[in-house]
C-alpha cells in the first residue's frame, strides 16, 4: 500500500495550494475554516443524507464543468462523510483519480479516514456502493479537533474504544472520556498497519469490524438520530453479550462498563434489528457475521442466523 500517514500541519497549507486540484468539504468546516475553499471544489451539507447518489453525481458534474482531468487530485477536507463520497468520486471520475484525505474530525483521524474505504449509502443502506481507493496522502493534525461539539467527540471515541479491543498499544493508553493526542496517534497508526496488509479485506482488515454489524442495524433502524461512532458503541456492547460465553468473563465485565460509561443503548425492536443485520454487507453462506473479541486483540469470526441474533437480543433487553 503506498498511502502516506503525515502528521504536519503545516502540509495542509502545501496541498490546498497545489494546482489542479479540487477540494470537497461540507458546509461546518467552510464555515469554521473558510481558507479550505478553492477556486475549483464544491461544499456539501454536513451530515450522512450527503453520502447519496445525487450528491455524488452532482459533483461529478461539477467536476467536469469546472475542467477537471485525469490529473486532477481531489482533496476532501471534512470528517467521515466528506472521506467517503469524495474518495468514491476520486475512484469513479474518469475511471479514477488521485485524492488526498485530510480528516477533520476525531472519527475520521482514528479510523474512517485510513484505509481507502470509500462509499455512498443507498437506500438507507450504509456504503453499499462503494470501492477500495486509496489516497495518495491522509493529512492529519489536531488543530481540527478544537471545535468539535462534544457529540462528534463521543462519535470518534466509539472507534477509539473499539481500537482499543483489538490494541494492546491503544488499551494501555485508552482512558475513557480523555483521549489524547497520543492515543488518537496509536489508532491511526493501528488503523494504517491493519489496512496495510490487508488492503480489500480479505482477512485480517475484517477485524475492524467489531461492534459494527449490529452498530450498522441500530443505526439503520433510528434514523440515524444519534452519531455513528456511539452505535459502533452499542454495537459493541451487544455484540459482546451475544458472544459472552467465549469471552474472558473480566474483559468482558471491562467492556460493558465502559460501553455503559459512553452512552445508553437506543430503543429497538430485536426482530427488526436481526432484519436489518441479515443485510449486512459482511455476511456469508446465509449466516449473519460478527467479529467476536474473546481479549484484547484476540479477534475471530462468528457465525449466527437471523433467529439467534433476534433471541439474544430479546434476553439483552429482558435482563436489562
Known sequence: MKGELIYNREHIDEVLSRDNIFVITDANVARLY?????????????????????VWSNLIAKMVAAGCDRQTTVVAVGGGVVGDLAGFVAA????GVRWINIPT??????????????????????NVAGAFWLPEEVVLSSHWLDTLPPREKLCGEGEVFKTA?????VYKLYRPGAVDAATIRACADFKFDVTSRDFTEGGLRKILNVGHTVGHALEREDDHRRSHGEYVVMGICLES???????????????????????DICAFEAAKIAAAAAADK???????II????????VVERAFTRRQIEEG????????
Open 105 to 126: 474530525t476525531l472519527l475520521a483521524q482514528v479510523d474512517s479516514g485510513i484505509g481507502g474505504k470509500t462509499a455512498i449509502d443507498v437506500d438507507g443502506y450504509k
Open 291 to 298: 467479529m467476536e473479541t474473546r481479549a484484547v486483540g484476540n
Open 34 to 54: 473558510p481558507f479550505v475553499t478553492a477556486p475549483r471544489g464544491a461544499v456539501v451539507a454536513a451530515g450522512e443524507d450527503s453520502k447519496s447518489t445525487a
Open 92 to 95: 469513479t471520475f474518469m475511471r
Open 241 to 263: 453479550y451475544l458472544c459472552r460465553d467465549r469471552i474472558d468473563p473480566d474483559f468482558y465485565r471491562a467492556i460493558q462498563e465502559t460501553a455503559t460509561q459512553l452512552c
Open 313 to 320: 437480543l430479546s434476553a439483552w433487553k429482558s435482563h436489562r
Open 165 to 169: 479491543l483489538l490494541s494492546p498499544d
Open 282 to 288: 459482511k455476511n456469508r453462506d446465509g449466516k449473519i
